[in-house]
């Protein structure tokens, strides 16, 4: 059973850094795109930054391009996000997702397999 596992979130002021984590495990083939969400209260979850896991391809919405920061780790099964200069409008539970089936696409949460459980992250100014 594939699991995902979320770390790092907390609360930061407005400027800050936090890094978040995303352990994967349970599953012994290749993912196609691993992914970062965000979701907040009466909203959908929005995609934030997604790396096509063969080739190390990265993207980026628009929001956080320039201050946030996707990579992987495969050697230890984890990917990151980098997050600087928060704002308060990045405050929003955090989840990292895994696609396994080629032909989806990074920002759209209906084409993953696996979610994590979430970890908050607060931005205060």
């Known amino acids: 059973q594939v699991q995902l596992v979320e770390s790092g979130g907390g609360s930061v002021q407005a400027g800050g850094s936090l890094r978040l984590s995303c352990q994967v495990s349970g599953y012994t083939g290749s993912t196609y795109i691993m992914g970062w969400f965000r979701q907040v209260p009466g909203k959908e979850r929005e995609g934030v930054a997604g790396?096509?896991?063969?080739?190390?391809?990265?993207y980026y919405a628009d929001s956080v391009k320039g201050r946030f920061t996707i990579s992987q780790d495969k050697a230890k099964n984890t990917l990151y996000l980098q997050m600087n200069r928060l704002k308060p409008e990045d405050t929003a539970m955090y989840y990292c997702?895994?696609?396994?089936?080629?032909?989806?696409?990074?920002?759209?949460?209906?084409?993953?397999?696996?979610w994590g459980q979430g970890t908050q992250v607060t931005v205060s100014s």
């Open positions: 790396i096509y896991t063969g080739g190390g391809t990265t």
């Open positions: 997702a895994a696609q396994y089936t080629a032909g989806g696409t990074w920002y759209l949460a209906g084409d993953y397999n696996y």
